[in-house]
């Protein structure tokens, strides 16, 4: 579809849905509505919404949506480290009713027996996979939720009045990048540490870096490199040593679903996403969900509200005495936890433990298939498995054919295939991430594979085919300098009106 | 141990798929791919988790019975607000947002997630004109984050570290702000008069050391404050930023806080076309001029136009990435991940069917019903209004002898949930486009029965 | 997308849902359960169905969806007769509940009050909207609707005694096919009454044709054309004049709501399609939704089971005394009856009246610019305005260009439009039929008809462009002798992979 | 007069745009347009309707309080058939067929529609697998007209005018098929022994004018036929035509028809993925051998599979297309029109997702709980079957002294609906794979407290 901006069907006079109108008693009391709002306060300006019938509004959206690779439409193996897995449409369905969707969370806890259970019980759910003592479901992502372990640790330590003293958090470069960000954002420094020459974290740089002005390590395990560092209770433990905490970001979990978890590490506190690693959609950027377990030290910390269980009754409480406060808005991103219990009641215990292996031997199985494409390698951990993930690297390919990982990213689109270099900085030189999760099918990694080595086979053969992708997406190559440049860019519709025509009304 | 059965969400664990891909990677077995996991660490045993439930009727069985245990705001008659509200939701968003490609996408490309772009970029584009302003992200998680990185913004556009708080906020986003920038901004408040700001409190905190003045209008208590103007001169004067954070709904009716000179405007989207989900939908929006310096300092996603290789085409991109923590980790401004796009997609779709005549046709039925609601609630004996302001879809009842615990407990048992108990005597009542004038004068007759109740009880106990 | 055929995505012992299993204690009553199955009466050959995972069937048909172009994505004018017009979404929200799909039409009267209201209510409301006295709404589509209209005058004239002699159905060559297809089937010999020069039904031929051996006449006003003729009442007292029923397919009736009835010509029973007028959705070719019609004489022979409201409440009741007997299952298809009462409520009288108007008004409008086109015409009643829809020709074009209308049609697919002949025969040469109904905006009409000058332009400048079409489809011209020869025809995977594999396994 | 507002569903009806566009036709009023409707034929004022309700949430609220009056068969215990069963719909079905494109699409081209001539060709093709036949229609209307369509062909095809009809058919499909053929037709019912066709009555009556002999397998009492193979030779040495109506849900377990002499098969596909929408969601199968003189006797589209100008690739066209209505007017099959395209894609998904073993395993399952509830009910004393056959998710219980009527208002007491009466003294109940043992238990439970309450009344009374 050639849709055009939604300013350009403005048709004046049409109408979308129409809105209940003041009724004629209410009139009678107040008078006219407008004129309840001193003048000062009314809107001077004219609305520049634009005005269009309801099946155009539709249409606009459906051929948008259309216009949209969906991961229920994709082989969506590309987006490495999102965990994109299939997320199941009786849930969808489960969730669309008017006993979740017209709740209030202020409703007495009578009216609400049912949705509590939901939170109560994927808390109990959550202490079992983590095997924390205490869980809040509160955060509405994944970076939130590692705020929220930011925040605590932070106010651990403050508790204990060595807040001020342990001023640094240390992360390692294939940990999520939120990791260091967040504990920026919380008034960290942050120091990161790279691989040793096998690829896994360097214990002696970390050895180096930690001392009792460490708050906190923040890791993933496994890395984004799918690699799975068997020393991790050795950090722990060293950390513990020196009294910092230990957090875990457990954004790939997937792959250790009943195999390991952060209580065998000896973490403190540690984080999933509801919308990778226990199948919420992604939402085309949200909402996730956040789950942050903790030990029973920082329970006390705990943002509220909180569910509880008394008898056979569930009801709400206020925060912890010590809470951090509010982190979100009460109980959290409420559709995301029914969809992530029924996801998790559907496979049960043995089914979890199933989704680990599969996604392994997943991984593993598609990692056979890469490195056998010319131009593709594998850096790191040379001949071990790999857990829930691969980053791969295309340098053999730029040093031979100069084109890199981003332009075969543009060509894949062709292929309807969605590809992700990776997270910066790319330490793997022309890095690509593939994570195969449970959900595809051998016969779609073989697809997904194939494409990856005729697009490496272009690249070889008749490079500028690639390096002049996209050739069949509704858009070509944008111009990026339209979007770093403070004069080009536009936000806004508006700012594109005064910035390229100097108008207000439509170009 | 496999599984006993193949469960249809993990197709290779057909036992003859699945020994085919072991001998493809030559394993022996899956047990051998968790080499690097050391036996120390393993779980023993299963999980504790109860049963599975495979069998997808029995899956939807079981999760339709506990949820049938809830009494939804449909089925009774909800005065229910406090930062969630029910709004009517055109069934069209619903349609959207539904849909396979929006609900399942996540960070595709520009090119392969061209509609995604379009839609977000909208979005923005939407919320610009109805807030008079030229930035606007896509949706961070909600009205409390956008709150606390507005206000933090302003830490570090003025390098300043005190913040004024001038309204009454919702407790819970003032624990938000407070925690959030507690590493390098303090957030004093200076008390509201009669609900709203008490500008002439202002000028004695006002000083050079001022990163923000913060204003909620309407407040927790749907108060509207009506000295926008003057407050913004007075913090501009000193160098201050005015963040303000609102209700979008009000600006089909009232001027845009940027036109009464706030520098950042934040808020919630759920109003424009979400559900209540029980508190669980939420979207931050934050509003910005185009300006440069605060531009760089906003740390979430920015949709934007950008011409492509083919002339006339437009395209979509990221505006500014690298100020990111995706380009830059802890180098980038705060961090920015899975938030609320796709209630972005939904406020989108809802402003391009309200459209003009629908804003500010919303706008006027709801300050008309909250005025009616007012004038009804107080012309009960016992009951009178906490304050004089200009009320927006809230207010706040006080009664003079009754327990507002009690009023509520009494008005409950006629099906009504009359508001939410904000302290022993006051009661914050919240009526929308979805309450009708018949449903105000029963939660009004509900009200006066109760606290005739009261009167009646004390007046057998004296 | 390039998607395959569903038996090729087949991967063995792959589940796309689980089914409920036999209890162990229905085990011990009853053993097992292929065991109560005589051996004579057991499956013999493996069931070929394929074997995919859930999210696999879910992408497969996701895929194929978007390779359909159903009207919420279209400018659907170009199908006239099928009055495409928006099916509001709402409607579709407000059926979605378990409180009208999961109920069962023999459960008792209490249990169901709100769904015999409204199918109660839509009687009555098709009552008031066709002027008649009582109304069906149990058949499936308007055909099966036409069908009854056949059979209740069948049964009307075997009730007189006068069955056998009454065995003629006159109906019009612009009335939809079915009225002559159905009177057929009841075993009516059909007269088919061609326009006159004016391009109005002939008069004159009618009169030749009627005689005391015509059971019925069947005609739709405004035909095909968009011709209404003013002188139905005139036709409708030739055909009592003799003893004959007058029967009005109302298919074309969204151009004349609220502005003339059945009723008001006289006509014994009309017929409704709620997915056309009343805007049920299409469903990809059912289930549409017939409402029947009838003038008091005729109530008597109406199906059952019937809904009828005694004091407050709504009850069910058999069929009429002489009755032609159930002509489909229960109360007819269920879901429409909401979404057409829905979409009924929304309106009210004076928005069904706005319909007819706009409708009339885009029409006219959609003439205008058709007009102008070169190579397009608009046979008959030159100079007189249309109602619902106009029957074109591109008879000029044809002899200028050798393009046809079929190929242009082919072309309009290329620009994301769907355009239809029209219904055989083609009286009017190289027909094409227009029917904007009254959902789509002038931008949308203006866009329709500037793409149908654009290829009328390929079709003077550059004919092979629009005689290879499609160029953009999913698929490339298809050889029609495949589909004619019983030889060579596949109407199942199974008869492909015979006849052209001689296989039973996949090609 | 237009509208006083611009409804949603109306765009041009602004009027501004309504009067543009009269100009543009040089029309000075809608009322011109309608020149050619008589005064005499014009309806005078507004039709008699209920008010409007044009704010969408006025609709809603209005049309969910009217449903909110049922009760759903989730919310009961229900036993009820008899053509409308209530079986578990796997999400994925309707998602697919919820989709915009399916949802409203009409009569496109193979171009425009592609996906949605595959996606009945693949139902054509799946139900094909299922009974072992090459040929399937597009669904039409219900099974009703599948064997009424069924019976008229075989008197086309044979030019003989008897039918025989040897089963307890559902006694509306029975009045369906005479009335649809009556003008060329007699059906003769050969009536049942012991619920099943009295094959030693068939050869008296099997001549050479019958055109068909018709089976029902399972019957409205859901016996199934266990001499179809018999029968069907008798018939075939006679000239005539196999007709069986038949549910598909048998055939991962049973042999299909085709197999045991068939020559058309038809019934519904409710239990394929249907709810039960208060028995208004049908769709009729005919599935034939690759028999041109059968298929070109077809009414139905069939879309078929054809090669198109890029060699290998596979297009879909109408098969025989000249057959129809649509071609041929009067001088077509029948006739062809919007039938129940959507629920053939929807059993077309259904049959993917459940695949060789699923239609195994909910064969099993049904007839296993339907052996279990026929033992448990004629363990009640004053309760027999009506019949020994193989029984399929229905079966007839009779009462010694009770009326089934009593019986059934005794259950619904305890929120049970125990069947449908099929006469004073007997019960048609169903059970499906939604129906667990638990509820099969209580029902007999329930049953045997009715009859003992009406024994302790006859004692009573004697």
Redesign the interface.
């Known amino acids: 579809?050639d849709?055009r901006?939604?300013?350009d069907?403005h048709?004046?006079?049409?109408?979308?849905?129409?809105?209940?109108?003041?009724?004629s008693?209410?009139?009678a009391?107040?008078g006219d509505?407008?004129a309840?709002?001193?003048k000062?306060?009314?809107?001077?300006?004219?609305?520049?919404?634009?005005?269009?019938?309801?099946?155009?509004?539709?249409?606009?959206?459906?051929?948008?949506?259309?216009?949209?690779?969906?991961?229920?439409?994709n082989i969506?193996v590309g987006?490495g480290t999102?965990t994109?897995k299939?997320?199941?449409?009786?849930?969808?369905?489960?969730i669309?009713?008017?006993?979740?969707?017209?709740?209030?969370?202020?409703?007495?806890d009578d009216?609400?027996?049912?949705?509590l259970?939901?939170i109560w019980?994927l808390q109990e759910?959550m202490r079992?996979?983590s095997?924390m003592d205490a869980v809040s479901l509160q955060?509405?992502?994944?970076?939130?939720a590692?705020?929220m372990n930011a925040?605590l640790i932070?106010a651990y330590h403050d508790l204990r009045g060595e807040g001020g003293r342990r001023r640094e958090v240390i992360t390692t470069i294939f940990s999520h990048?939120?990791n260091?960000?967040?504990?920026?954002?919380?008034?960290y420094d942050?120091i990161?540490i790279y691989p040793d020459e096998s690829g896994y974290p360097d214990r002696g740089a970390f050895e180096s870096a930690i001392s009792d002005r460490t708050a906190a390590i923040m890791v993933t395990n496994?890395e984004d490199t799918g690699?799975?560092?068997?020393d991790?209770?050795g950090w722990v433990e060293t950390a513990h040593a020196v009294g910092a905490l230990a957090s875990y970001d457990q954004a790939n979990a997937n792959g250790?679903l009943?195999?390991?978890?952060a209580r065998?590490?000896g973490f403190d506190l540690c984080h999933f996403?509801l919308?990778k690693t226990f199948s919420t959609?992604?939402?085309?950027?949200?909402?996730?969900g956040g789950v942050n377990a903790v030990t029973e030290k920082l329970a006390e910390l705990l943002p509220g509200p909180r569910v509880v269980k008394k008898g056979d009754r569930f009801v709400t409480t206020g925060a912890a005495p010590r809470s951090?406060?509010?982190?979100?808005?009460?109980?959290?991103?409420?559709?995301?936890?029914?969809r992530a219990?029924?996801?998790?009641?559907?496979?049960?215990?043995?089914?979890?433990?199933?989704?680990a292996?599969?996604a392994?031997?997943?991984n593993?199985?598609l990692?056979?298939l890469v490195r056998r494409i010319p131009g593709a390698s594998v850096p790191y951990a040379q001949g071990?498995?790999r857990?829930e993930q691969v980053r791969y690297s295309w340098k053999e390919l730029f040093e031979a054919t100069g084109v890199s990982s981003e332009e075969i990213?543009?060509r894949m689109?062709d292929y309807?295939l969605?590809y992700?270099t990776s997270?910066?900085?790319h330490v793997v030189p022309q890095p690509f991430t593939l994570e195969p999760t449970?959900?595809?099918?051998?016969?779609?990694l073989d697809l997904y594979a194939a494409s990856l080595a005729e697009v490496s086979r272009e690249a070889h053969e008749s490079p500028e085919t690639v390096q002049t992708a996209?050739h069949r997406?509704?858009?070509?190559?944008?111009?990026?300098a339209?979007?770093?440049d403070?004069e080009r860019?536009?936000?806004?519709?508006?700012?594109?009106r005064?910035k390229y025509f100097g108008t207000r009304g439509s170009p | 141990?496999?599984?006993s059965y193949v469960?249809p969400?993990?197709?290779?664990?057909a036992s003859e798929?699945?020994q085919?891909?072991?001998d493809?990677?030559n394993?022996t077995s899956?047990e051998?791919?968790?080499?690097?996991?050391?036996e120390?660490?393993?779980?023993q045993g299963?999980?504790?988790?109860?049963?599975?439930?495979?069998v997808?009727q029995d899956?939807?069985r079981?999760?339709?019975d506990?949820?049938?245990?809830?009494?939804?705001?449909?089925?009774?008659t909800?005065f229910?607000g406090?930062?969630?509200y029910?709004h009517?939701v055109?069934a069209?968003v619903d349609?959207?947002?539904?849909?396979?490609?929006?609900?399942?996408?996540?960070?595709?490309?520009?090119?392969?997630?061209?509609?995604?772009f379009?839609?977000?970029?909208?979005y923005?584009?939407?919320?610009?004109?109805?807030l008079?302003?030229?930035?606007?992200n896509?949706?961070t998680?909600?009205g409390?984050?956008a709150a606390a990185t507005a206000v933090?913004m302003a830490g570090r556009i003025t390098g300043r570290r005190r913040v004024l708080q001038l309204s009454d906020p919702h407790p819970?986003?003032l624990?938000?702000v407070?925690?959030?920038v507690?590493?390098?901004l303090s957030v004093e408040t200076i008390p509201t008069s009669a609900s709203v700001a008490n500008i002439s409190a202002l000028p004695a905190s006002l000083d050079d050391d001022v990163a923000a003045v913060w204003i909620e209008t309407p407040s927790v208590r749907g108060s509207?404050e009506?000295n926008l103007?003057e407050i913004s001169q007075l913090a501009h004067a000193a160098g201050a930023i005015v963040v303000v954070g609102t209700e979008p709904l009000l600006?089909?009716?009232?001027?845009?806080p940027a036109?009464l000179g706030a520098d950042i405007v934040t808020g919630e989207i759920q109003s424009l076309g979400l559900?209540?989900?029980?508190?669980?939908?939420?979207?931050g929006f934050i509003a910005l001029h185009?300006d440069?310096q605060f531009?760089m300092e906003l740390p979430s996603?920015?949709?934007?136009?950008?011409?492509?290789?083919?002339p006339g085409?437009?395209?979509?991109?990221?505006?500014?990435?690298?100020r990111t923590?995706?380009?830059?980790?802890?180098?980038?401004k705060?961090?920015?991940?899975?938030?609320?796009?796709?209630?972005g997609?939904a406020a989108?779709?809802y402003?391009?069917?309200?459209?003009?005549?629908?804003?500010?046709?919303?706008?006027?039925?709801i300050?008309?019903?909250t005025?009616?609601a007012q004038?009804r609630v107080a012309a009960i004996p016992g009951a009178r209004l906490s304050d004089p302001a200009?009320h927006f879809r809230e207010f706040c009842v006080e009664f003079e002898s009754a327990s507002a615990v009690d009023v509520v407990a009494a008005t409950?048992r006629a099906q009504i949930?009359a508001g939410?108990v904000l302290d022993e005597r006051s009661l914050l009542i919240c009526v929308t486009?979805?309450t009708?004038?018949e449903e105000i004068d029963r939660l009004a007759d509900a009200i006066a029965a109760a606290l005739g109740d009261v009167d009646a009880q004390n007046g057998a106990r004296q």
């Open positions: 579809w849709e901006i939604i300013f069907l048709a004046p006079g049409q109408r979308g849905v129409l809105v209940s109108a003041v009724e008693e209410v009139s009391v107040v509505a407008a309840l709002v001193p000062s306060l009314r809107r001077r300006s004219r609305l520049d919404l634009p005005e269009i019938g309801q099946m155009r509004v539709l249409k606009h959206y459906l051929r948008l949506s259309q216009g949209t690779l969906g991961a229920d439409l969506d987006q999102c994109m299939y997320s199941p449409k009786v849930n969808e369905r489960l669309d009713t008017p006993k979740l969707k017209s709740l209030h969370p202020m409703q007495d009216d609400v027996q049912g949705v259970e939901i019980q759910i079992a996979i095997g955060t509405q992502g994944g970076s939130s590692i705020w925040s932070r990048p939120s260091a960000a967040a504990a920026k954002a919380a008034g942050v990161t496994p690699i799975f560092n068997p991790i209770r250790i009943g195999i390991t978890r065998e590490a996403n919308h959609p992604h939402g085309s950027g949200g909402p996730g951090i406060g509010a982190v979100a808005p009460f109980y959290g991103v409420v559709p995301n936890i029914v219990y029924s996801w998790i009641r559907s496979l049960g215990a043995e089914g979890l433990r199933e989704v292996e599969i392994v031997l997943n593993n199985y990692l056979e071990r498995r857990i990213g543009l689109a309807g969605h992700w997270h910066h900085p449970e959900s595809y099918s051998r016969q779609e996209p997406s509704t858009v070509h190559r944008t111009e990026h339209d979007l770093d403070p860019w536009a936000v806004t519709w508006r700012a594109y005064r | 141990m496999p599984l469960h969400y993990i197709p290779n664990s798929v699945r085919a891909m072991l493809a990677i394993a899956v051998e791919l968790f080499a690097d996991v050391p120390a660490l393993r779980v299963a999980l504790d988790l109860p049963p599975a439930l495979p997808e899956l939807a079981h999760v339709a506990l949820l049938s245990r809830n009494a939804s705001t449909d089925e009774r909800s229910l406090f930062g969630v029910r009517s055109p069209v349609e959207v947002i539904g849909r396979s490609e929006f609900l399942t996408a996540y960070a595709g490309e520009p090119y392969d997630d061209h509609g995604r379009q839609a977000l970029f909208e923005q584009s939407l919320m610009g004109e109805l008079g302003m030229d930035v606007v896509v949706p998680y909600d409390y984050q933090a819970h986003k624990d938000k407070r925690d959030f507690s590493g390098f509207i009506e103007s600006y089909g009716v009232l001027e845009p036109g559900h209540q989900w029980f508190g669980g939908a939420r979207g185009d440069p531009v996603r920015l949709f934007g136009l950008a011409s492509t290789s083919v085409e437009l395209g979509f991109g990221d505006v500014a990435y690298e923590s995706f380009a830059l980790r802890e180098e980038g705060e961090w920015v991940g899975t938030a609320a796009a796709l209630w997609i989108g779709v402003l391009a069917l309200m459209g003009p005549r629908g804003m500010r046709d919303i706008g006027e039925t300050l008309a019903r005025a009616y004038r200009l409950r949930d939410v486009e979805m009708t004038r």
